[in-house]
């Protein structure tokens, strides 16, 4: 059984992408700090991505600015932890099939390339040329972002623990938290730890978490589940990440395959009806994919607020805070989230780094 210490500077719920990266970030100035994860360390939505970091979000250039600061992070994350990602570029190509996304996508242009995010507008053949399984008379235009790339997860939680670990930081898995006294008592099955900051990086268990410490987040969750497709009659090569903005339908290529994701059923429709409007989306945006079968490729559960996104934040007038609702992007700004919980428990503010940042405060 885990042994526990009786008192910390700041204690961390969940070890997943956001929470060993606030361990890494916090440890490193210092700080007396533990990491409790329920289970094994990335288990929960961190195995549940499409395994790209991207900084081009439509729409949310804020959310595109914490990509870009954690996309140098990752640069440089072999350097630090000693820990290759693997990091591949294959770019991400968002599809639109109406003149209004265009237009919508031309007032948002400004804000995106201040928040640093390199993103451009594409003919139907042009985006053709860089995904060739694309329907060109299916789509009107497209937006190019060349800077998105493969990037393994269990390599970033792994590095930033282990980083953790190597500053000081206790990382203490299979231990999940019962209660949350209001002095700041943490309780688990291996004992009690009295810490003088909390912070929530839950992930799908945020909410029932912070509700613990009688503080509501507004973060709910949802299932998730990522398909993969038959071998295709020819080989698909090299895919960019590619988004239908109307659907939500992505794909990339996953070895000889394509990984394939669109959202979750409706209320009231099942899986199997689910399967089948997947199915005939990808054939209609990929005609070279029509009749494929798909299969199960691997679930979970993400964790999201109303406007999809991601809540950092502290209480007003307890020393409780959190880095949750990140919506399956948290590959994309855990590196930032670290940097900005860090900032808030080491100095009481957030680096914002002339880019705009969406904090909270609780009640």
Known sequence: MNTLPERAGTVIIGGGLIGTSIA?????????TVLLERSTLGSGSSAATAHVARTYFPGDPCTGSLAVRSLRAYHSFTARTATSLGLRRVGFLVLFDEEEQVRTFKADHDAQREAGVDVSLLTPAEALALNPLIDERSIVAAAWSPEAYDCDPSAVVRGYATAARAAGARVVTHTPVTAISSAGRVTTPAGDILAGTIVCAAGPWSR?????????????????????????STPVGALPMTLHATTGLRIRAWNDRVLVGMGRPRPGE??????????????????????????????????????????????????????????????????????????????????????????????
Do not use: K
Request: proline share 5%; glycine share 14%; net charge negative.
């Open 24 to 32: 890494c970030h916090l440890a490193e100035t210092g700080e007396n």
């Open 208 to 232: 029932e978490v912070a509700s613990m410490a009688g503080i509501d987040l507004p973060v709910d969750t949802y299932p998730v589940e990522l398909l993969l497709t038959g071998l295709p």
């Open 270 to 363: 099942g899986r199997t009806a689910w399967l089948t409007r997947v199915a005939r989306q990808l054939g209609t945006l990929y005609p070279a994919l029509d009749g494929i079968g798909l299969h199960r490729g691997w679930s979970g559960a993400f964790d999201a607020t109303p406007d999809n996104t991601a809540l950092i934040g502290a209480h007003h007038a307890r020393p409780f805070l959190w880095a949750a609702g990140f919506s399956g992007q948290g590959l994309c700004q855990a590196p930032a989230a670290g940097e900005i919980i860090r900032d808030l428990v080491v100095n009481g503010r957030a680096r914002q780094g002339g880019s705009a940042l969406r904090t909270s405060s609780g009640s």
